[in-house]
Nanobody, 123 residues
Protein backbone atom coordinates (compact mmCIF):
# COMPACT_ATOMS: atom_id res chain seq x y z
CA UNK A 1 0.00 0.00 0.00
CA UNK A 2 1.24 3.46 -0.94
CA UNK A 3 -0.37 6.79 -0.03
CA UNK A 4 0.66 9.74 -2.19
CA UNK A 5 0.17 13.43 -1.38
CA UNK A 6 1.08 16.17 -3.86
CA UNK A 7 1.99 19.73 -2.94
CA UNK A 8 3.62 22.80 -4.43
CA UNK A 9 1.02 23.87 -6.95
CA UNK A 10 -0.16 27.43 -7.29
CA UNK A 11 -0.64 30.42 -9.56
CA UNK A 12 2.31 31.72 -11.56
CA UNK A 13 2.83 33.96 -14.55
CA UNK A 14 4.02 32.58 -17.86
CA UNK A 15 7.75 32.01 -17.76
CA UNK A 16 7.74 31.32 -14.05
CA UNK A 17 8.72 28.20 -12.14
CA UNK A 18 7.23 25.80 -9.63
CA UNK A 19 8.44 22.65 -7.95
CA UNK A 20 5.85 20.01 -7.22
CA UNK A 21 6.45 17.42 -4.54
CA UNK A 22 4.82 14.06 -4.00
CA UNK A 23 5.33 12.55 -0.57
CA UNK A 24 4.76 8.82 -0.24
CA UNK A 25 3.95 6.84 2.85
CA UNK A 26 5.01 3.24 3.10
CA UNK A 27 8.25 1.39 3.52
CA UNK A 28 8.53 0.15 -0.07
CA UNK A 29 8.65 3.45 -1.97
CA UNK A 30 11.83 2.50 -3.79
CA UNK A 31 10.12 -0.58 -5.24
CA UNK A 32 7.84 1.58 -7.40
CA UNK A 33 8.34 3.46 -10.58
CA UNK A 34 6.74 6.91 -10.33
CA UNK A 35 4.96 9.15 -12.77
CA UNK A 36 3.38 12.57 -13.13
CA UNK A 37 0.18 13.10 -15.08
CA UNK A 38 -1.99 16.15 -15.58
CA UNK A 39 -5.57 16.90 -16.51
CA UNK A 40 -6.85 20.23 -17.77
CA UNK A 41 -10.53 21.24 -17.79
CA UNK A 42 -12.38 19.52 -20.60
CA UNK A 43 -9.39 17.36 -21.51
CA UNK A 44 -8.34 13.80 -20.80
CA UNK A 45 -5.54 12.83 -18.47
CA UNK A 46 -2.14 13.43 -20.07
CA UNK A 47 1.21 11.84 -19.37
CA UNK A 48 3.92 14.24 -18.20
CA UNK A 49 6.96 12.32 -16.94
CA UNK A 50 8.02 9.05 -15.36
CA UNK A 51 11.06 7.77 -13.47
CA UNK A 52 12.29 4.26 -12.72
CA UNK A 53 12.58 2.85 -9.21
CA UNK A 54 16.29 3.64 -9.10
CA UNK A 55 16.00 7.03 -10.76
CA UNK A 56 18.28 5.81 -13.52
CA UNK A 57 15.74 6.12 -16.31
CA UNK A 58 13.36 8.96 -17.11
CA UNK A 59 10.91 9.68 -19.89
CA UNK A 60 9.03 12.88 -20.73
CA UNK A 61 6.15 13.93 -22.87
CA UNK A 62 7.49 15.78 -25.87
CA UNK A 63 5.52 18.88 -24.93
CA UNK A 64 7.39 19.31 -21.63
CA UNK A 65 10.85 18.02 -22.47
CA UNK A 66 13.50 20.56 -21.58
CA UNK A 67 11.18 22.52 -19.28
CA UNK A 68 10.06 19.96 -16.70
CA UNK A 69 12.34 17.57 -14.81
CA UNK A 70 11.34 14.59 -12.69
CA UNK A 71 13.57 13.42 -9.85
CA UNK A 72 13.18 11.21 -6.82
CA UNK A 73 14.75 10.93 -3.41
CA UNK A 74 14.07 7.48 -2.06
CA UNK A 75 15.58 8.35 1.32
CA UNK A 76 12.86 11.00 1.70
CA UNK A 77 10.11 8.95 0.02
CA UNK A 78 9.51 11.85 -2.33
CA UNK A 79 9.31 12.45 -6.06
CA UNK A 80 9.59 15.95 -7.53
CA UNK A 81 8.61 17.73 -10.69
CA UNK A 82 10.65 20.86 -11.33
CA UNK A 83 8.68 23.07 -13.71
CA UNK A 84 10.50 25.90 -15.49
CA UNK A 85 9.44 28.33 -18.21
CA UNK A 86 5.81 27.53 -17.57
CA UNK A 87 3.25 28.20 -20.27
CA UNK A 88 -0.51 28.78 -20.03
CA UNK A 89 -1.06 25.39 -21.66
CA UNK A 90 0.59 23.80 -18.62
CA UNK A 91 -2.44 24.78 -16.55
CA UNK A 92 -3.93 21.60 -15.10
CA UNK A 93 -4.34 19.49 -12.02
CA UNK A 94 -1.13 17.51 -11.60
CA UNK A 95 -1.21 14.00 -10.17
CA UNK A 96 1.61 11.76 -9.07
CA UNK A 97 1.25 8.01 -9.32
CA UNK A 98 3.10 4.83 -8.42
CA UNK A 99 3.29 1.56 -10.32
CA UNK A 100 4.66 -1.89 -9.65
CA UNK A 101 5.34 -1.97 -13.37
CA UNK A 102 8.36 -0.33 -14.92
CA UNK A 103 8.34 3.36 -15.80
CA UNK A 104 5.50 3.91 -18.25
CA UNK A 105 3.39 6.58 -19.91
CA UNK A 106 0.29 4.37 -19.68
CA UNK A 107 -1.91 5.59 -16.84
CA UNK A 108 -3.74 2.25 -16.66
CA UNK A 109 -0.56 0.61 -15.35
CA UNK A 110 -0.34 2.81 -12.25
CA UNK A 111 -1.61 1.35 -8.99
CA UNK A 112 -1.72 4.35 -6.65
CA UNK A 113 -2.63 7.99 -7.21
CA UNK A 114 -2.40 11.20 -5.24
CA UNK A 115 -5.22 13.70 -4.83
CA UNK A 116 -3.74 16.20 -7.26
CA UNK A 117 -2.43 19.75 -6.99
CA UNK A 118 -3.59 22.68 -9.11
CA UNK A 119 -1.12 24.52 -11.33
CA UNK A 120 -2.39 27.68 -13.00
CA UNK A 121 -0.23 29.67 -15.40
CA UNK A 122 -1.47 33.12 -16.38
CA UNK A 123 -0.47 34.93 -19.55
Amino acid sequence: QVLLVESGGGLVQAGGSLRLSCAASGRTFSSYAMGWFRQAPGKEREFVATISWSGGSTYYAESVKGRLTITRDNAKNTVYLQMNNLKPEDTAVYYCAATYYSASNDYTLYDYWGQGTQVTVSS
